[in-house]
């Protein structure tokens, strides 16, 4: 009796462990699946997406991904494997060489030609999707997050994103973005920069810089801070303010 009971518990063992060794080897398949329902569940589509899960499953290296959705993230890229670090279950690091994103084309019309810049910058109605994205829960629970090099794209439009780093602090999140090239869409000459921005967010958005804006052979620098408050999601209220900085380079009098 004794040893047919050793030898089913030797049987059941050597179940488990069997199965233990597929679910090993497969830890790369069942990862994949998990995050492709997940992201299917916010109504992206991948084309392709492999993972990499290490032997103690707490680094997932994220080989390829290029998945599509019909909301405002049209399609996610990523040019350059990445990497997530755990502590238990819980994501504690996270490093994107680089991220391309393509947003969908806006919906609200142009401002006509000859309002002035401005009106184009209509700050008020800008604003508004960029706090409700990065007060969204999901943003808000990131761990530590550094992207070496976003581009951002919209219809014919791009902003390049450099040295991005995310850091939760005890009330919300801290952005710092050492440089930031925008669409040369509204200046006649080179795109405008960003350098040396932060954005702290909690109850209210505080974003500030120094915005470089090359005309002819000038360059033109001004120190801003913008401030804004929502409630659920609508605008409380927006501050703004531009410094002048300085003006750099000189104009060649014939030329006048």
């Given amino acids: 009796m004794r040893?047919?009971?050793?030898?089913?518990l030797l049987v059941i063992?050597?179940?488990?462990?069997l199965l233990g060794l597929v679910a090993f080897g497969a830890r790369n398949r069942i990862a994949e699946s998990i995050v492709r329902s997940r992201l299917s569940a916010r109504g992206f589509t991948c084309a392709a997406l492999t993972l990499e899960l290490n032997a103690t499953f707490q680094q997932v290296r994220i080989v390829e991904l290029s998945c599509g959705s019909p909301?405002?993230?049209a399609q996610l890229d990523l040019p350059q494997p990445a990497v997530i670090d755990f502590e238990g279950f819980r994501a504690a690091q996270m490093d994107f060489p680089a991220v391309r994103l393509v947003l969908e084309a806006a919906r609200t019309r142009r401002a006509e030609a000859g309002s002035g810049m401005l009106s184009r910058l209509d700050m008020r109605r800008r604003i508004v999707p960029l706090l409700r994205a990065l007060r969204a829960p999901s943003i808000q629970a990131l761990p530590p997050l550094n992207i070496e090099r976003l581009v951002l794209v919209r219809a014919d439009r791009e902003i390049l994103v450099e040295g991005l780093s995310l850091q939760p602090t005890e009330t919300g999140q801290r952005i710092t973005i050492p440089y930031v090239r925008l669409d040369s869409g509204l200046w006649a000459s080179a795109p405008p920069e960003i350098l040396d921005a932060t954005a702290e967010i909690d109850d209210e958005v505080t974003f500030r810089g120094n915005l470089v804006a090359p005309v002819g052979p000038l360059r033109l620098s001004w120190s801003f801070?913008?401030?804004a408050a929502m409630t659920d999601s609508e605008l409380a209220d927006i501050h703004y303010e531009f410094t002048p900085n300085h003006l750099e380079g000189t104009v060649d009098p014939s030329a006048l």
Avoid at 3 to 8: D, V
Avoid at 13 to 17: D, E, R, S
């Fill in 3 to 8: 040893e047919a009971i050793r030898k089913r």
């Fill in 13 to 17: 063992f050597g179940l488990l462990l």
């Fill in 71 to 73: 909301g405002v993230i």
């Fill in 225 to 227: 801070v913008v401030s």
